[in-house]
């Protein structure tokens, strides 16, 4: 047996390592990226970005006839400056994915250090814990039962079928806290690599070798499965054209400058071409897509595919739970109401009797609150009671024993199980408590309304300012709930929320959702049980809970590893950011191409038309200097803007139309002004050093 603190430090360790590798300044990070560069130069695989793909044709070009000319005797530095910071564009380009592609492989590669080489207890008989056979985890199949005890790794990802433990998850989730795994309910779902640090469980296998869930996160943190989003797939389309129709000007501009007797040379060409096609996006594009889904790695959410977070951007209508998302989370029983000529005892103990199989915060919260209130204490379960359990269709649990039937449930639903109406007292007090924002439970024995359980909940601190900022940025929130329609609208009118759906069950919300797409919105939501899944599957973001089942997991095109489900905001701010740096990047690539013409133009035709001195506003050295300076800054201003295509255009939650001018004024005036100074700099630079 593996020795517990050994195996938990070793856990950390490669979490903290994931985290520290994922910087930018990684030495690690940036060498491999270097070589992965110089590997992506292959034009099959920069076939798939045209800009780019167009650069490095003309800097073969360019270097096949800068060689010629050398071996004529002919003069060649100009036309192999020109060449080499061509070739530098391709390279810093492809260096821009390749970084990006390297963080999340060197996530993986830490990922990988968690998967060891586990030996399993796989049971002869699923019923019979100590007969067992020692079985490598990688030789387990799905549908096979284990046996986890206190100090083994689980060996696969699967199902609690019996037992409870406590699970250290820091492989996954960087968490040192254990959590508690169990068989039945939403938290029996169990991840391979992880550690059991106390108890012993029995589970069933859910996953093939190679695909377990740890599997799967090394694929997507490595991008093995990314595909390109609908708005990259756009946007490529838009950069071919303007690569051919900007390929089609520069080719008219030699019949025109022919007709004049002194056609530019092939180098001169190229240069322009390259000024003039946008090679900045274009090399940025992978960069920021790859980056997205590193953002939301780093964040302990995985996504299946850049589709997902591209979604998480357009989303206009978010799903929230109220427990644990909006609220605390952890209802507590705060009082007992007896129904009239019931005494306040009998309605404690039969809400005793009715927990006594409850294994939810809220109904050992119960047994707790009779305990200090009454002196109540819990008896033991007999063993020939029968357990009726909560579902989300009943909304009731409860237990039959002694001949005597126990049930406690939502207020409509027991309501109408047992046909009986409200006394107007208890009616009346149901009321108040559902006003002031708790949930009442009725309380039935053999048939008869006794009382009521008052459960409360607290708003999370600083909600209700969150929600103003998603409704500024055009989200619209909607609280789900199982409580009545009146405890939910206190909750929502608490918390700030735009909507709330009551009494909810699995077909309301995915009745909900569909109704919002068919209006063409995009929404987005957050679950972690089975009863989540169909709406999970339906959302156009689904983020479900780690710690939820098996079911959502594969429902859902997102997990949170830390099982938050308050992060789905978070997850919507990281695609808006994503779809924000794509667009600010866009507009300043365009932007600065306008301020190259301003170079290189006048320099190419200024010996036929002298007139066209006067757009030589920078005044540059010569024609030479100023067509090498446009090329020199059209490489280096790729490496300039890396970082920022790597974390993210900052994020603030203001309107469409604010966002708009914004980056107008940041990236387009500042496109348009960057270049005028870097191509005069790197002019003045050139002349100090005498090249020309």
């Known amino acids: 047996?593996?020795?517990?603190?050994?195996?938990?430090?070793?856990?950390?360790?490669?979490?903290?390592?994931?985290?520290?590798?994922?910087?930018?300044?990684?030495?690690?990070?940036?060498?491999?990226?270097?070589?992965?560069?110089?590997?992506?130069?292959?034009?099959?695989?920069?076939?798939?970005?045209?800009?780019?793909?167009?650069?490095?044709?003309?800097?073969?070009?360019?270097?096949?006839?800068?060689?010629?000319?050398?071996?004529?005797?002919?003069?060649?530095?100009?036309?192999?400056?020109?060449?080499?910071?061509?070739?530098?564009?391709?390279?810093?380009?492809?260096?821009?994915?390749?970084?990006?592609?390297?963080?999340?492989?060197?996530?993986?590669?830490?990922?990988?250090?968690?998967?060891?080489?586990?030996?399993?207890?796989?049971?002869?008989?699923?019923?019979?814990?100590?007969?067992?056979?020692?079985?490598?985890?990688?030789?387990l199949q799905v549908g096979d039962v284990v046996l986890v005890e206190a100090g083994d790794l689980i060996p696969s990802d699967g199902e609690v079928i019996e037992g409870i433990a406590s699970v250290n998850e820091a492989a996954v989730t960087g968490e040192s806290a254990p959590v508690i795994r169990e068989s039945g309910g939403d938290r029996s779902a169990v991840t391979g690599g992880t550690l059991v640090v106390s108890g012993s469980i029995v589970v069933r296998v859910t996953a093939a070798p190679g695909s377990t869930f740890l599997d799967r996160m090394i694929a997507l943190v490595e991008g093995a499965v990314r595909q390109k989003t609908p708005n990259e797939v756009a946007l490529d389309i838009l950069l071919a054209g303007m690569t051919i129709i900007f390929l089609i000007a520069v080719a008219t501009l030699v019949g025109l400058a022919s007709w004049n007797g002194q056609p530019p040379s092939v180098p001169v060409l190229a240069a322009l071409l390259i000024t003039l096609i946008p090679t900045t996006i274009g090399g940025l594009l992978s960069a920021i897509g790859i980056a997205g889904m590193d953002r939301l790695v780093r964040f302990n959410v995985l996504a299946t595919s850049g589709r997902?977070?591209?979604?998480?951007?357009?989303?206009?209508?978010?799903?929230?739970?109220?427990?644990?998302?909006?609220?605390?989370?952890?209802?507590?029983?705060?009082?007992?109401?007896?129904?009239?000529?019931?005494?306040?005892?009998?309605?404690?103990?039969?809400?005793?009797?009715?927990?006594?199989?409850?294994?939810?915060?809220?109904?050992?919260?119960?047994?707790?609150?009779?305990?200090?209130?009454?002196?109540?204490?819990?008896?033991?379960?007999?063993?020939?009671?029968?357990?009726?359990?909560?579902?989300?269709?009943?909304?009731?649990?409860?237990?039959?024993?002694?001949?005597?039937?126990?049930?406690?449930?939502?207020?409509?639903?027991?309501?109408?199980?047992?046909?009986?109406?409200?006394?107007?007292?208890?009616?009346?007090?149901?009321?108040?408590?559902?006003?002031?924002?708790?949930?009442?439970?009725?309380?039935?024995?053999?048939?008869?309304?006794?009382?009521?359980?008052?459960?409360?909940?607290?708003?999370?601190?600083g909600i209700r300012e969150r929600f103003a900022a998603l409704r500024r940025m055009g989200i619209r929130t909607v609280m789900v709930t199982g409580d009545n329609r009146l405890t939910a609208a206190a909750i929502a009118t608490e918390a700030g929320v735009d909507d709330f759906l009551a009494e909810a069950t699995p077909e309301d919300k995915l009745a909900y959702i569909r109704k919002a797409q068919a209006e063409g919105q995009l929404v987005a939501m957050c679950g972690d049980g089975t009863n989540d899944a169909p709406a999970l599957a339906q959302a156009d973001v689904g983020?479900?809970?780690?710690?939820?089942?098996?079911?959502?997991?594969?429902?859902?095109?997102?997990?949170?590893?830390?099982?938050?489900?308050?992060?789905?905001?978070?997850?919507?701010?990281?695609?808006?950011?994503?779809?924000?740096?794509?667009g600010a990047l866009t507009t300043f690539s365009i932007a600065n191409d306008v301020a190259k013409y301003f170079a290189i133009l006048p320099a190419i035709f200024v010996a036929q038309y002298p007139e066209l001195q006067a757009?030589?506003?920078?005044?540059?050295?010569?024609?030479?200097?100023?067509?090498?300076?446009?090329?020199?800054?059209?490489?280096?201003?790729?490496?300039?803007?890396?970082?920022?295509?790597?974390?993210?255009?900052?994020?603030?939650?203001?309107?469409a139309a604010a966002l708009l001018r914004r980056n107008l004024l940041l990236y387009g005036v500042g496109g348009v002004i960057a270049p005028f100074v870097g191509i005069k700099a790197i002019d003045l630079l050139l002349n100090l050093l005498g090249i020309y």
């Open 1 to 139: 047996m593996p020795d517990v603190a050994s195996a938990m430090a070793h856990q950390g360790e490669s979490r903290r390592a994931m985290r520290t590798a994922s910087t930018l300044a990684d030495p690690a990070i940036l060498s491999r990226a270097a070589l992965d560069a110089i590997r992506k130069l292959d034009p099959r695989m920069l076939a798939r970005n045209p800009v780019i793909f167009v650069t490095e044709v003309v800097s073969l070009l360019v270097s096949v006839l800068a060689v010629r000319a050398a071996l004529l005797g002919e003069p060649w530095g100009f036309q192999a400056g020109i060449a080499v910071w061509l070739w530098l564009t391709v390279l810093f380009a492809t260096f821009a994915e390749a970084v990006a592609e390297g963080r999340g492989r060197a996530q993986a590669d830490s990922l990988r250090q968690t998967r060891t080489t586990t030996q399993a207890k796989l049971l002869v008989r699923p019923d019979d814990r100590t007969l067992w056979l020692p079985r490598a985890a990688t030789e």
């Open 308 to 461: 997902a977070v591209e979604a998480a951007g357009d989303v206009s209508v978010l799903l929230l739970d109220k427990t644990g998302t909006i609220t605390q989370g952890s209802r507590q029983a705060a009082a007992f109401v007896p129904a009239p000529g019931v005494p306040e005892h009998e309605v404690a103990e039969a809400a005793v009797l009715a927990s006594l199989a409850d294994e939810t915060p809220e109904g050992r919260s119960i047994l707790a609150f009779a305990r200090e209130r009454y002196g109540i204490a819990a008896p033991e379960l007999p063993a020939e009671a029968k357990v009726m359990p909560f579902t989300a269709q009943t909304r009731i649990s409860g237990l039959d024993m002694g001949g005597a039937s126990y049930r406690k449930g939502a207020v409509d639903s027991l309501a109408r199980a047992l046909g009986a109406e409200l006394p107007p007292a208890l009616a009346q007090a149901v009321d108040r408590i559902a006003r002031q924002g708790a949930t009442p439970l009725l309380v039935a024995k053999d048939g008869r309304l006794l009382g009521a359980i008052e459960l409360k909940d607290i708003v999370k601190p």
């Open 543 to 582: 983020l479900a809970m780690q710690t939820g089942t098996q079911a959502a997991r594969e429902a859902g095109n997102m997990v949170d590893l830390d099982s938050d489900p308050t992060k789905l905001i978070e997850v919507v701010e990281i695609g808006k950011q994503l779809l924000i740096t794509r």
């Open 615 to 655: 757009l030589n506003v920078m005044r540059l050295t010569s024609p030479e200097s100023a067509i090498l300076s446009a090329v020199i800054f059209n490489a280096l201003i790729i490496v300039a803007l890396v970082p920022l295509a790597l974390r993210g255009v900052r994020f603030t939650p203001i309107g």
